[in-house]
C-alpha cells in the first residue's frame, strides 16, 4: 500500500529559486495537510485542506501557497525560497468531520528542503 | 491554545512498561485525544486513540480521565524499538506540540 507519497525526498534551493512539493494520497482521503519540523521542534501546520477545493491557513503559511489539484493531490509551493524555509516537510491526509476525528491521519516519509 | 502539554524527554529501561503523560485541559467535549510517533527521520506513525473510555491496541493502551483533562499512553513493556517522540495531539485540528523524547535504557 502506497498511502501518502511525496516527492521529491531531497531538494538543494538556491534563495530566490521556485519550486513545488508535490504530494498524493491513495486512500480516498477528503482532508489533506502540510507540515514543517525544524531541527529538534514539532510539526508545525502550514496550510490544510479540509475537502477537494478548499485550503486554509494553518500556523505558518507565510512564504508558502497550495493547491489542491483533485481529492487525490496536495501540493505546497515555495515562490521565492529563503534560508529560513531549510525544513522537513511532510504531507497527511485523513477522514475529514466525525468520522475523521475517529480514525488515523496517515503521514508521507517527508521532503528534506535545504535552501542555502 | 489547541496544543497540548507532555514532558519534553523521559527515559525507561527495556521490558518495563512506560507511563507517557499529557495534560489537554481546554479539550472540549467532541474532540478525540490521538497519539502518534515518530521514529527518527521518518514521518509521524499513529499509535492510539480515543475519546473518553480507556482504549487498548496492539501497540498500546490510553487511559483518558474521567474529566478529560489528561490521559496517558501506556507502553507496557518497552523495547529498543519504541524510542521516538511520542506525540499527544487534539484531533480537531491536527496540530503538534513539541512531544516528548522517549529513550529505552537497555
Known amino acids: 500500500n502506497a498511502g501518502v507519497t511525496q516527492t521529491p525526498k531531497f531538494q538543494v534551493l538556491k534563495t530566490g529559486q521556485s519550486m513545488t512539493l508535490q504530494c498524493a494520497q491513495d486512500m480516498n482521503h477528503n482532508s489533506m495537510y502540510w507540515y514543517r519540523q525544524d531541527p529538534g521542534m514539532g510539526l508545525r501546520l502550514i496550510y490544510y485542506?479540509?475537502?477537494?477545493?478548499?485550503?486554509d491557513k494553518g500556523e505558518v503559511p507565510n512564504g508558502y501557497n497550495v493547491s489542491r489539484l483533485n481529492k487525490r493531490e496536495f501540493s505546497l509551493r515555495l515562490e521565492s525560497a529563503a534560508p529560513s524555509q531549510t525544513s522537513v516537510y511532510f504531507c497527511?491526509?485523513?477522514?475529514?468531520?466525525?468520522?475523521?476525528?475517529?480514525?488515523?491521519?496517515?503521514f508521507g516519509q517527508g521532503t528534506r528542503l535545504t535552501v542555502v | 491554545d489547541a496544543k497540548t502539554t507532555q514532558p519534553n524527554s523521559m527515559e525507561s529501561n527495556e521490558e518495563e512498561p512506560v507511563h507517557l503523560p499529557c495534560n489537554h485541559s481546554t479539550i472540549s467535549g467532541t474532540d478525540y485525544i490521538h497519539w502518534y510517533r515518530q521514529l527518527p527521520s521518518q514521518g509521524p506513525e499513529y499509535v492510539i486513540h480515543g475519546l473518553t473510555s480507556n482504549v487498548n491496541n496492539r501497540m498500546a493502551s490510553l487511559a483518558i480521565a474521567e474529566d478529560r483533562k489528561s490521559s496517558t499512553l501506556i507502553l507496557h513493556r518497552a523495547t529498543l524499538r519504541d524510542a521516538a517522540v511520542y506525540y499527544c495531539?487534539?484531533?480537531?485540528?491536527?496540530?503538534f506540540g513539541t512531544g516528548t523524547r522517549l529513550t529505552i535504557i537497555p
Open positions: 485542506s479540509a475537502s477537494e477545493g478548499t485550503t
Open positions: 497527511a491526509s485523513s477522514e475529514m468531520g466525525q468520522k475523521g476525528m475517529n480514525t488515523e491521519a496517515f
Open positions: 495531539i487534539r484531533r480537531e485540528k491536527l496540530t
